[in-house]
């Protein structure tokens, strides 16, 4: 859905029917898939964008109209009208604790402010290091503040800013925070390291982009490397070793199993 309005911008095209489309399409599956929260990652960049579009009149217009956001937010409405009528415990489970739990203490883990960033810093690395490092440089090279450079900003440009910004912001101000939730801020990082990269000179982005794949691929590896062992010693196959021998067992003596509903989320045969 992001990208959907980052070509408006990057191309200075008008929305059209198959456009809208597309975007109702994006949004109505990633409800389906994580909920509403998907408006935390798609919207603040398209407000703040807006909002700047007012005093910048060049900056071309991002907004597809109200109807491919209604009308996917309609669809998902019924969905949680038709669970709440037809399945059992799906108020329970779904809306109190799935949704609305993720706004208070008590049914899903508080934790800080900030809990996001240290973490993309890490799982990011070391591209997060290399986008704050090429901002550190683009402000010393044009010799601004932070403010002067924004306002200086490409329309393509302040986008993925706002959309990477904007999206941490709205996540870290909900109390209930795991890692992977934040994940879906990786496209746009990506997006901006490759806008950054295209402003500065072809060879030192060549030079730089060798060095940072050379460095990835060993970070990431020795990364891998280690989970892998870690596994190994702590045995992190023992519930697929305790499937295969309940299986066994189960054979030889010709006895059955089943699966039984529990509310841990534990074993359950």
Same mark, same amino acid.
């Given at each position: ?99 609305? !739990? ?140 305790? !499937? ?26």
């Amino acid at each position: 859905a992001g990208l959907l309005m980052f070509e408006k911008i990057r191309t200075r095209t008008l929305w059209n029917l198959r456009d809208r489309i597309g975007l109702f399409a994006a949004l109505t599956a990633a409800m389906f898939i994580k909920g509403p929260v998907v408006w935390a990652f798609v919207l603040p960049p398209l407000v703040l964008y807006q909002l700047r579009r007012r005093w910048r009149p060049d900056f071309p217009n991002a907004w597809s109209g109200w109807t491919p956001w209604i009308a996917s937010f309609a669809l998902f409405c019924l969905w949680v009208i038709a669970g709440i009528r037809f399945i059992e415990g799906f108020y329970e489970d779904v809306v109190l604790i799935e949704f609305a !739990g993720r706004f208070h203490e008590g049914i899903h883990r508080s934790q800080p402010l900030l809990f996001y960033i240290p973490h993309l810093l890490q799982k990011f690395a070391p591209w997060s290091l290399l986008i704050i490092g090429l901002l550190v440089v683009a402000l010393r090279k044009t010799k601004a503040t932070t403010g002067k450079w924004v306002a200086g900003l490409s329309p393509e440009m302040f986008f993925l800013v706002a959309w990477v910004v904007g999206g941490i912001a709205v996540m870290s101000l909900i109390p209930s925070k795991r890692v992977h939730r934040i994940f879906p801020i990786v496209p746009a990082l990506c997006l901006l390291l490759a806008a950054q990269l295209n402003t500065i000179n072809i060879v030192r982005v060549r030079r730089l982009a060798a060095f940072t794949i050379i460095f990835a691929a060993i970070f990431t590896g020795a990364y891998s490397g280690m989970r892998m062992i870690d596994g190994y010693r702590n045995n992190r196959d023992a519930l697929v070793k305790f !499937g295969r021998e309940v299986r066994r067992v189960a054979a030889a003596e010709h006895l059955r199993y089943e699966i039984l509903p529990a509310s841990d989320e534990g074993l359950l045969l």
